[in-house]
């Protein structure tokens, strides 16, 4: 036989929190396992002696501690996360008809405790949960992401073609104050291969970079940025950076347009 279930809202109900919880719960573990009682010493010093009473300074360091966890980096989300999950509630010690703070209160209470109390916190509930055996100290994990990045004009040096050097070398000498002393020499620096060092530049190109640092020579002390010894008119194809060799010229849309009008 078939069942439908029906819902009704109850007005009364016989309801434990914990009960609902599993004894295997990781965030039933982990409030069984750290007491962060230390946090009310350690922010004391932070709060006024009259006024109204502020959000519990362990709530709000559970709270950011669960934000961590589960990946939440909106304060408004976090709130609405965490009154959908009986775990969390049970976590941060809040029955489910309590009301959570206001994220604005997170966010404030943020604002109000300096870099130092967050580190030595996280200094402490790491030391619990290593004691507890929650935390193995024998893999270390990093995680990054790549970011292009924009070349420094002090660290730029000129590319060395592939073949024909002492020809274009000629041709682009006036390039680059660099060049002067004489032939071209690899720096201690240089992180790139050779292919990354070689002129991508056409002649045509090489010839408009040669002509453009010529008439800005003359209006020198006109031109915004005058002030900079080492300012001049570059390109990505016949320069590259000696700190990363993946850097490039930044260029402004206002440049771009410039060039795109001549």
């Known amino acids: 036989m078939q069942g439908k279930k029906d819902y009704q809202e109850k007005l009364f109900a016989s309801f434990q929190l914990s009960e609902r919880i599993p004894k295997d719960n990781f965030y039933r573990r982990l409030r069984g396992t750290i007491d962060l009682d230390f946090l009310y010493r350690l922010t004391k010093g932070y709060y006024g002696e009259s006024g109204q009473k502020s959000i519990d300074p362990v709530v709000f360091f559970k709270l950011c501690l669960v934000g961590y966890l589960e990946n939440i980096i909106s304060d408004r989300k976090l709130i609405d996360h965490c009154s ?5 509630l049970f976590f941060i010690g809040y029955d489910i008809d309590e ?34 055996g929650m935390v193995s100290g024998h893999t270390q994990a990093i995680d990054s992401a790549p970011v292009k990045a924009n070349a420094s004009m002090d660290t730029l040096e000129l ?31 240089d992180r790139s291969d050779e292919g990354q060092r070689g002129i991508t530049a056409s002649k ?17 002390d006109q031109r915004p940025g005058a002030g900079n010894k080492g300012s001049k008119y570059t ?7 000696l700190r990363s060799s993946e850097a490039r010229q930044s260029h402004g849309p206002r440049c771009q347009d410039k060039r795109k009008a001549r």
């Open 99 to 132: 009301e959570l703070p206001w994220h604005s209160t997170i966010s404030r209470t943020r604002q109000l405790f300096p870099e130092s109390v967050f580190e030595e916190a996280f200094t402490n509930i790491l030391s619990m949960c290593v004691e507890r």
């Open 204 to 220: 045509r190109e090489l010839d408009a970079i040669k002509g453009r640092n010529k008439r800005w020579a003359k209006d020198q």
């Open 159 to 189: 590319k060395v073609p592939e073949e024909d050097l002492e020809e274009h070398l000629k041709k682009i000498r006036a390039i680059s104050s660099m060049d002067r002393e004489g032939p071209h020499r690899k720096s201690k620096n």
């Open 235 to 241: 390109s990505n194809n016949a320069f590259l950076s």
């Open 84 to 88: 959908m999950r009986l775990d969390i």
